[in-house]
């Protein structure tokens, strides 16, 4: 739908142009709500506001850097009773527009009247390293972000070969800030409403006075096109090393040795929408008899006992659902890497099944649609052990 | 009923060995284990096969407590408020035979506390504490810098002081000496504590317990001057402490303007022990209808919504029983200082009932008891 995409003007620099915009959707009644992250008031943090009179708009920030809580999550908390009354912009990165996506397909989270409009996304920085001072963060961020340098973003955002969406929108609209200078922007329709709000805003091809949108959008993609090779070689690596750090219990045993049971992994994770997760439920709570047995059959036994089950029972509850996002990563007060293991994890299991998380609300959740024609290799694998132990037993 | 422990953190009958402080306790869980006077101990011990992360654990193998062995019962560290951990343990039922923790004075304040709440049983616990020199914020136990701190946490504990790399929380601390042990180890200000140790034996079964502990018998508790300036050295750190922070509803949001939403003070509050958080529960999933009207209201709210809402309501439901333990800022992943704040409304709370949390079983909780005649001035 690249065809009916528009330059967005960005004279006075990308933030303030986006916020303007925004402005003039509001007053324009093209939406009559946004839900964008804000600055909190004591100037260290940002924190999502669904914000109808325009002067909120003045304290947002469309690209913040840091993620103190999945944009995906905010929209899953607004939607989940029902559909909203009232038509609202979402400004969301990626990851959190997957994650939105994911959970509607979960019945968690509902779009209806709700336009997704994403941008290119540079990643975020740790929340610690951010909160240690904030002023200093932001220009490290600020100065990342312009020399297209990802090392001082989250690890997750190190490795995300899904920063934006040149290849196929998946949301309504999607704002294009790579390859081109300056900090001009190309916005893209990925939805028919994407279209029509364009239309609505004025904003059209035809719209453009320079006349150089099919070159901007052409530096755009092919620019996308080449990070992403860059970062998914990057992501396969690191994976690739993580893979040897993590494989067997002994090392995975290491990696979660520091976990103190806190949660705050699964309770800021925006596909884990239980409200009660099955591992903090009454069935794991056993009579004493239960833990002393236990203790006695290895000599000692970890209190409160099954942290690893809980990370591997979570992973195993929402790795096909996992858009690598790293907030788990970001809340773990034990600096476990659990958002790279959850990625590598959430890699191989939606290869497996040819699923994307989060790519489109149109792709059924596997574990939900069954196709004959599917994992053919387990299937074998498992007639194979079936006969032997069939031979043995017999 | 569990047999009733003195209220004073140190009986006239105390032990005195000529080992180290970590020495007679890890020879003392030894022998219980093998003598099979208890059936486990709960204490902490190194996890993973390199010995980095630290946490609590059930340990039955007497080798555990050997001097190479994983336990590491006196480590200055808290991973989680054992007071939680053993209510956990005696929730779906009584211990069915002895079992001994040790844990530091909050820890027990906690366990005694959720006692009163019914949140497990004191049946068959065996509790080991003692005067406490604090411990480090969770992030020291990463990348092993906890080591590295352990010669001067012996060194200060040795002199009555603390750390100044210890928690704020602990440093903060006024109910450093525990209440209600069967068995007190004095720390704090004791000469030698690498190669002698004081225990006091508060309760009978401590004595019996204690039995194959060779030393001298001390017939005196410990001298109160450290402890007593140790107090007051606390208690001014308290007080500046609090006054760094605001409990005014403006202080109140702009401080807590960067909560994250995690919970997580919450989950590793010992006190916090919902199956389900009120505000986690259907209740406070807020309708569309409650979006749309606040909108039309303020112009503008945050979502998730009820971010000083959800702490306010939390410190109302367990502000009378908090300990002070510091869990909660430990976990805290944008860096609150959750812990002051709460500290600071308990105390006011707490005096205001004249009640101190976890000190003796028999003290209920304020709010589960009516008293006619308090309170007149708000009748009227």
Known sequence: MNANAAVLPTKEGFEPAVIQWLKEALNRNVFEAVLIPVETPAEDSFAYLLIKDPKFLDLASPLPPIMPVQGGKAIGRLTMRGDLNKRVAAIIRPCEARAAIELTKLKQAHLTNLTLITLDCPGVLPLSDYLDDPAAGAARFREA??????SPMRPTCQICHRFSLAEAPATDLHIGTLGNDDGAAVIVPGSLEGERILAQMGLTEDGDE?????????????????????????????????????????????????CINCHNCQRVCPVCYCRQCYFESTALKLPPENYLARAASKGALRFAPDTLLFHLGRASHMALSCVSCGACEDACPMDIPVGQVFSLLADGAQEALGYVAGRSVEDALPLVAYEMDELHDVEQAYVEIYREQEVQDA | MPEAATSSAFATQG?????????????????????????????????????????????????????????????????????????????????????????????????????????????????????????????????????EKLPAYWRSIEQGELDEAARPTCRACESFAPEGADITIALLGEEGLDEQCSLYLNTERAAAFAQRLEGTILDAEPDGTVLERSSVERSAFREAL????????????????????????????????????????????????????????KGGLRVPPDTVFFQLGRMAHMAISCVGCGMCTDVCPADIPVSTIFSKVAASAQA?????????????????????????????
């Open chain 1, 145 to 150: 972000v312009e020399q297209d340098n990802r």
């Open chain 1, 210 to 258: 320079s006349g150089n949108l099919p070159e901007m959008l052409e530096r755009w993609s092919t620019r996308a096109e080449q990070l992403t090779a860059t970062q998914t070689e990057r992501r396969s690596e690191a994976h690739a090393q993580l893979q040897e750090q993590v494989a067997g219990a002994d090392r995975l045993l290491d990696i979660f040795g520091s």
């Open chain 2, 15 to 147: 032990l005195r060995t000529n080992q180290g402080a970590e020495e007679t306790v890890r020879q003392l869980l030894r022998s219980l284990l093998q003598s099979g006077q208890v059936e486990a101990v709960l204490a902490l011990g190194k996890t993973g096969t390199d010995g980095k992360g630290v946490a609590y654990s059930l340990f039955t193998d007497p080798d555990a407590f050997a001097v190479d062995g994983e336990a590491v019962p006196l480590l200055p560290y808290m991973p989680a408020n054992g007071g939680g951990l053993l209510s956990r343990l005696t929730l779906e039922g009584s211990l069915p035979g002895p079992v001994a923790a040790v844990i530091r004075p909050c820890e027990l304040q906690a366990f005694i506390e959720l006692m009163k709440l019914n949140q497990g049983s004191l049946d068959n616990v065996f509790l080991i504490s003692s005067t406490c020199g604090g411990v480090y914020p969770l992030e020291t136990g990463l990348e092993g810098h906890l080591e």
């Open chain 2, 242 to 297: 609090f006054a760094g922070v605001e409990t005014g509803l403006k202080g109140l949001v702009e401080t807590f303007g960067r909560c994250i939403g995690c919970h997580g003070c919450k989950t590793v509050c010992p006190i916090c022990y919902c199956q389900v958080c009120h505000f986690d529960s259907h209740e406070c999933e807020r309708e569309i209808a409650y979006y749309e009207g606040e909108l039309q209201r």
């Open chain 2, 352 to 380: 205001t009932f004249d009640y101190v949390p976890g000190r003796a079983l028999a003290e209920e909780i304020p709010l589960r008891t009516f008293r006619e005649d308090e309170f007149a001035q708000v009748a009227t």
